[in-house]
């Protein structure tokens, strides 16, 4: 400062200076006068130092909650759950699955050691509950969720029945005294189940049709099983969907459409800007004629795009099918598994109940539900995601049992949506506000033609993480990556993920976790385990808190840096407090 009071180095000097020094040596230069604090938090330093230390692209502007680029590096640096607190090792096997309740109290971990356990969400985590499920004939238990208002907890395994065969089964439990309240079936195991409302959960089970032509039957169960009586249902079947080429239907889940409107969090940018002012109407399905026609989008395209007179053309043509059989004129000859598999595309045309035409919530039905479930057309691995609206006379058990009464031609129920990933699909989540769908997939190869559906292509290493905005069913943003997995098709496994307001989650085989940010889409932290991580959970009332599960046998528990140093508070000198977020990272 010279003697005039006027300083000796310009603002626009120093500002030049301290853009090639990293973010810890800014705050320690902002330390040294006035003049270098002000300068130290200019916004446009802390912008340029924010995409340079991120790796954001420039075109990707600012989080719309942000008030400052100072602020938001922080964000970023400081509330990333991503420091070690806990290590839960109650587990004596692989633990498969974490899910929180509804109110961050408690939550459930599913483990090869056959047991549900209850954990007590406090500062120090502590074991509630556990349920052993081998008396019941479980080899395992594979993934928990609770309901709505946290008071019954639904637990899905894995079944050993007659002469050794394995299926599903689905457990409901009481959070009141810890009881045992109802048993479903639940085949293949893999449809996990998920909960409808308070006190209704869908299940599913599988019917051989031919050798690789099946159907999937999912049903609604009322988790009170005990009051079964001759006039009340405990059952009902929601749909009846016909599987191709060894394909059937897979981890169910329900989202609920009446958030789409104000989203915790909007991922296209143009949209983030109109909201700024308004919030917009959007529209869940294609409403455009572009949309509608694209073949990969819908399961059976030609049903939906059937005329009227459409049910006695397809018969025709399955009539007119065998006669070529019969009298040779099908050329070249085809193998048992092509001649099924056509049939069975004929006969599905006139045997499908046409799809829903308006996915549209109204104000008038804002409890609009959509079945969201993983599929395939190809092949045995699921590689697609169907959706199906729920009606709100099928949210009971009440009504017939086999649900709608249909004609006696139609037997199967189509879906509304289909999305293809081009890819195993190996995990799915939904956002919070249900807005987005988070999808785990292992590409297949580019351009790659599937001749044989119980031979699907190889799947790459490489985890790609893709986002589905559900109101336009169209990706959003470019797939996230860092995680890996390594097992081939026929020993692939779920690696489940979750997502927060602000972060997205993973496991990975390659012994880590993974943490990402919404909205910069860009990777922030890796989580060590000594094993495959099968499953994350973010506490639903604080992201800063985040559980992993791994093959270690080995529950770890994460919290951010802001709140172990506030928790640590006591013993940090107050000066230290003040720049400690980005100051520990020099020593």
Known sequence: MAAGGAP???????LEIFLYLEPADVLSAGRACRQWHDVARDEFLWKELFYRYYGVSRDVPRHPAAVSWYDEFQRLYDTIPCVEVQALKEHNDQVLHLSFSHSGCLFASCSKDCTVKIWSNELDISLQHSS?????????????QFNSDDSLLLVSGVFVGPHNSSSGEIAVIS???FTLLSRVRNKPYDVFGCWLNETNLISGNLHRIGRITSCSVLWLNNAFQGIESENVNVVKRLFKIQNLNASSIRTVMVADCSRYDCPDLLLDYEEQLAASSTCPVFDLGSDSEEEETKPKQTLEPDVQEMPDDGAVTAEDGLQQFFDDIMEGRVKPAMTETELETKVAELFVRTRTKPPELNLLPTDSDSNTKYLIFTTGCLTYSPHQIGIKRILPHQMTTAGPVLGDERRSVEF????????DVHGHIIGMGLSPDHRYLYVNSRAWPRDCVISDPMQPPPIAEEID?????????????RPLRAHRAYTPNEECFFIFLDVSRDFVASGAEDR???IWDRHYNICLAKLQHDNVVNSVAFSPVEQELLLTASDDSTIKVWRSPRVVRVQQARKLRPRKLLFSWLMNQKS
Do not use: A, C
């Open 175 to 177: 959070m009141e005294n």
């Open 465 to 477: 993480l893709h986002v589905f905005d559900l109101k336009t069913m169209k990706e959003v943003k």
């Open 132 to 144: 052993n499920m081998r008396p019941y004939n479980w080899s395992y238990t594979q993934f928990s």
């Open 412 to 419: 199967f129920d189509s879906l509304d949506h289909v999305i």
């Open 8 to 14: 000796l180095v310009p603002d626009s000097v120093l």
């Open 512 to 514: 880590h976790g993974y």
